[in-house]
């Protein structure tokens, strides 16, 4: 069984900075791609951030140059790191996972549970 735990989200001025972590864990025998979506209320979830096995990078357009991802592979963790915060940031975010684990020949997804960033003076 595959668990990603989610941490870092809180409430930030405009202009601020927050750093969202999400630990993987369980019986993953190769990570594909970690990344980051997020959900603003009465909005569909979007895609941000994604980092995939050979460490390349994608960034939605919305936040090229704000928020950076990375990867700590000997922890199984991704990272958002997130400066110039702003209002439209508000969302709930999400940890996703692309891997192959036990017991499945194929690539399989997993979400955190999600964690609330809230912009706001």
């Known amino acids: 069984q595959v668990q990603l735990v989610e941490s870092g989200g809180g409430l930030v001025q405009p202009g601020g900075s927050l750093r969202l972590s999400c630990a993987a864990s369980?019986?993953?025998?190769?990570?594909?791609?970690m990344g980051w979506y997020r959900q603003a209320p009465g909005k569909q979830r979007e895609f941000v951030a994604r980092v995939i096995s050979g460490g390349g990078t994608n960034y939605a357009d919305s936040v090229k140059g704000r928020f950076t991802i990375s990867r700590d592979n000997a922890k199984a963790t991704v990272y958002l790191q997130m400066n110039s915060l702003e209002p439209e940031d508000t969302a709930v975010y999400y940890c996703?996972?692309?891997?192959?684990?036990?017991?499945?020949?194929?690539?399989?997804?997993?979400w955190g549970q999600g964690t609330q960033v809230t912009v706001s003076s």
């Open positions: 369980g019986t993953i025998f190769r990570v594909n791609a």
């Open positions: 996703k996972l692309s891997a192959l684990v036990l017991g499945k020949p194929y690539e399989s997804y997993y």
